[in-house]
């Protein structure tokens, strides 16, 4: 596999991956974040293409990230493990005691590997459920 390069990108340049991979059987607008224009993104290229993003908030020592997608035909390949692997250190570096997401119940394991661990009770978002995931950083 050619190498990843992960970097800052802006929200806008977040959008089409966040609604093609997160969802696509809603309006573009509704993968568009009120707080976009005060987080953190970043997007992991292959061979100067787009192919994952995620956007970090870090607000009184606590981040989240939200929007995470990777393109399916690439997910199970690091991409998403390298991505998620430097929005960790960097929130760290933002002064983040706690680290946090809503996960799609189906991906809790993913998160898990990051040690993180569910938090709370099963919720829905449509008809797709989720559990809050948590971790504590050094």
């Not at 977040?14 to 509704?30: F, G, I, N």
Request: hydrophobic content about 40%.
């Amino acid at each position: 596999m050619p190498a990843v390069v992960i970097r800052p990108i802006l929200a806008p340049q977040t959008y089409s991956l966040r609604h093609r991979v997160l969802w696509p059987d809603k309006p573009p607008e509704h993968v568009q974040l009120p707080e976009d224009e005060v987080g953190h993104h970043f997007g992991a290229f292959r061979q100067q293409e787009l192919v994952a993003v995620i956007s970090l908030f870090v607000e009184n020592g606590v981040g989240r990230f939200r929007k995470f997608a990777t393109e399916p035909a690439l997910q199970g390949q690091g991409i998403g493990t390298a991505l998620l692997r430097h929005v960790v250190a960097e929130a760290t570096r933002l002064g983040a005691r706690t680290l946090w997401c809503d996960s799609r119940q189906a991906a809790a394991g993913f998160y898990q590997r990051f040690n993180m661990e569910p938090e709370g009770a099963v919720f829905y978002k449509g008809d797709i459920p989720y559990i809050r995931m948590v971790r504590t950083l050094p």
